[in-house]
């Protein structure tokens, strides 16, 4: 089906020609400067099966933003080599979802493989960002090359049982001394009251990434005030391990291991699990994300359907010891939006294929890519969309698919879930007001827009030799002076020189 095109409302944009960057086949390219009558898309999908060709959310999308959509579906565990074989062949769409900034995504933006939206997005009302730190986190050196597809910025979060705080008379914990204290009572004064020492505080699982991943040490650091992964000291941009803060968190971080408040297995400990714990009865606080508190909370219900509103509470982020907020937020975005310039050659059209996504980041678009349709996939219930149980499995994994299409960047363009019951109903409440109060502290990454050229082909075993030294430090294994030698060992295998590539690039802008 063909309706009408974008080419009206973009006609007085300037329309002048800029170079082929790269040296893909004309097949590839757009007919020079015509009217845009089909966008076509390179996506992934979670689910089993892509979606089918005119599938009724794709119609319905289709309808809304007047023109004809062609996706190019690509099952997300092969989505990178793909990518890379799309750029390669003669058959490149006009618009490309990027996962994130991979050294080859790197190197073909800053080789021209796409357009440079820096100066463009600002003019188009739905895609002129309200999240102007994450559009720079997003960016590459500073340039934006794509259109970040937002997600939750701020989710860190301690979470508690309920019912030992109850039992115990405490409050829920607002500092991380309050954590310090709370995770001391959980262990030792029986906070489910069976007579038996057989409870912990804190529970830590093996963490498979390094450091800056979002561990749980990563986010108790930022709350010291360390920053997070990076920050600024004098002037200068420092990885956040090299600052006294961050020896003051790991301390902090061995002195709970040191009185046996965290689980003895923690170095270990399979992340799989981490749930157990808190499930069972052993442990009695994650330090993770809000979404984990819904997770237990839909284990809870599983497992103690009558009294399954009593065991979860969270905090969002705690204080430091200096009585500061320091809140670690996410780096708030999964990839972006990308416009090949292959396919886009003229400036004409890349303002056509600009105006399709400015209307598909409108609120009414927004609610087919995050909820679907009304009556098939969801119903209203005042202003929150509740889910259709029954709805078919092949129509519900195709809103799971083209919500990869969603960028948000003015904010959350649909309705939010309404929850199985009121208790839920008023935890899913609670974390969207803590995660708005949070992100007015939040500490973001101010290294997050610059790539190293070191630390593309170092930093994986670079950040390696700082997060195993820590989790020596903590066990035990090593002294403070060799966890010291240990960053000192960082900088010279190669260190040094991303902090000043890194400073050199910040300081290029």
């Not at 002048?16 to 009558?37: H, I, N, Q, T």
């Not at 809000?290 to 979860?312: C, E, M, N, T, W």
């Not at 009585?323 to 059209?349: C, N, W």
């Not at 679907?372 to 202003?383: A, F, N, Q, R, S």
Request: hydrophobic content about 35%; overall charge negative; charged content about 25%.
């Amino acid at each position: 089906m063909k309706r009408l095109t974008r080419f009206g409302a973009v006609a007085g944009i300037t329309a002048g020609a800029v170079a082929l960057a790269g040296c893909g086949g004309s097949a590839g390219s757009a007919s020079a400067d015509g009217p845009l009558e089909t966008l076509t898309i390179q996506a992934p999908f979670l689910s089993t099966n892509a979606p089918a060709e005119d599938n009724e959310i794709e119609t319905a999308l289709e309808d809304e933003i007047g023109v004809d959509i062609d996706i190019s579906w690509v099952p997300n565990s092969s989505y990178e080599d793909r990518t890379n074989i799309t750029l390669a062949g003669d058959d490149v769409p006009h618009v490309m979802v990027i996962q994130g900034k991979t050294p080859g995504f790197v190197r073909n933006a800053e080789a021209g493989a796409f357009w440079d939206l820096t100066d463009h997005l600002d003019e188009y009302e739905n895609l002129a960002t309200t999240f102007p730190e994450v559009q720079e986190a997003s960016s590459v050196n500073g340039t934006v090359y794509g259109i970040f597809r937002q997600r939750d910025l701020m989710r860190a979060t301690a979470i508690v049982r309920k019912d030992w705080l109850d039992n115990l008379g405490l409050d829920v914990p607002t500092s991380v001394d309050d954590l310090a204290e709370v995770a001391r009572a959980f262990t030792d004064d029986d906070p489910d009251g069976n007579g038996e020492d057989d409870t912990y505080g804190l529970i830590i699982p093996q963490w498979p990434g390094a450091i800056g991943s979002n561990s749980p040490y990563d986010v108790i650091e930022t709350w010291f005030g360390a920053g997070n992964r990076w920050t600024e000291r004098d002037g200068e941009l420092v990885p956040s391990f090299t600052t006294p803060e961050w020896l003051e968190a790991v301390e902090y971080e061995k002195q709970l291991v040191d009185d046996g408040v965290v689980n003895a297995d923690f170095a270990t400990f399979d992340s799989a699990k981490w749930n157990e714990p808190f499930l069972n009865g052993e442990g009695g606080i994650i330090v993770d994300v809000h979404s984990r508190a819904g997770q237990l909370i839909g284990l809870l219900k599983q497992q103690d359907p009558d009294s399954f509103d009593q065991y979860v509470e969270i905090t969002g982020n705690l204080t430091g010891p200096d009585g500061e907020l320091h809140a670690h937020p996410t780096d708030g975005y999964s990839g972006f939006l990308a416009i090949p310039r292959d396919k886009v050659r003229t400036e004409d059209q890349l303002h056509q294929v600009l105006a399709v996504l400015n209307d598909m980041n409108t609120p009414e678009a927004g609610k087919i890519l995050n909820n679907g349709i009304e009556g098939l996939t969801y119903e209203l219930e005042g202003d929150l969309a509740a889910v259709i149980e029954d709805a078919p499995t092949e129509i519900t994994d195709a809103v799971g698919a083209y919500a990869q299409l969603g960028t948000n960047v003015t904010g959350f363009q649909g309705y939010r879930p309404a929850q199985p019951t009121e208790y839920e109903q008023e935890m899913y409440d609670k974390r969207l007001e803590v995660e708005a109060a949070d992100t007015e502290s939040a500490v973001f990454n101010p290294a997050a827009p610059y790539v190293s050229p070191t630390y593309v082909s170092k930093g994986a075993q670079l950040d390696v030799i700082v997060s195993d030294a820590r989790l020596k430090y903590i066990a035990g294994q090593l002294s403070q002076d060799q966890l010291l030698a240990e960053v000192d060992r960082w900088r010279a295998e190669g260190g040094d020189l991303v902090i000043e590539e890194i400073n050199d690039l910040a300081g290029g802008e």
